[in-house]
């Protein structure tokens, strides 16, 4: 990739989203010092790293996922410039372990941090043509001020994580 965007993601993401920073090896024990229970969450598709012995239930039922106090998924790309990051749609309910949750972990690649939306959408443009053409952008919690006042959290995850592993 040649660029490291990794400051500018972690300094975008600040007051929104917590950034994590952490090895594949270290990955267990950063997500237990973060996860909520119960936890919830999807396989996630990076080599030798995965929700294996970690107090996350993989492939939860509908039931898991509404009680969940934290839902775990993978990040298809990170965008540096809006400390955003991507949530392709899966045949795997990544979008509802994301979204119900009050904790949102998402796990991305730091070789997958791009720098901005130009950047993102070339990389997205193969998906796309392949028919994988929904994708959430997820910036934080949710906000609205509709009423009056700054409100966080209205809808989805009211806390969001973001874990990056640093060796992919």
């Known amino acids: 990739m040649g660029t490291d ?16 920073v952490t ?28 929700l294996d012995d ?11 996922v509404r009680d969940a106090a934290t839902g775990v998924t993978p990040a298809g790309l990170g965008i540096a410039d809006y400390g955003t990051v991507t949530l392709p749609s899966r045949e795997t309910p990544d979008e509802v372990v994301a979204l119900y949750p009050v904790r949102h972990v998402a796990v991305v690649a730091k070789s997958d941090i791009v720098g901005d939306m130009p950047a993102a959408y070339e990389r997205l443009s193969e998906e ?7 994708q959430i952008l997820a910036t934080g919690p949710s906000t609205t001020a509709d009423m ?21």
């Open 148 to 168: 009056g006042a700054l409100v966080e959290g209205v809808h989805g995850p009211q806390e969001t994580d973001v874990i990056v592993l640093e060796d992919r």
């Open 128 to 134: 796309f043509a392949g028919g994988l053409d929904t």
């Open 23 to 50: 090895s594949s090896g270290s990955f267990p024990g950063t997500l237990a010092e973060i996860v909520d229970e119960p936890a919830v969450g999807t396989p996630l598709p990076f080599e030798e790293v995965s």
């Open 54 to 64: 970690t107090p996350v239930a993989v492939d939860p039922s509908p039931t898991a």
């Open 5 to 20: 965007y990794l400051s500018a993601f972690e300094s975008s993401a600040m007051g929104t989203t917590t950034v994590h």
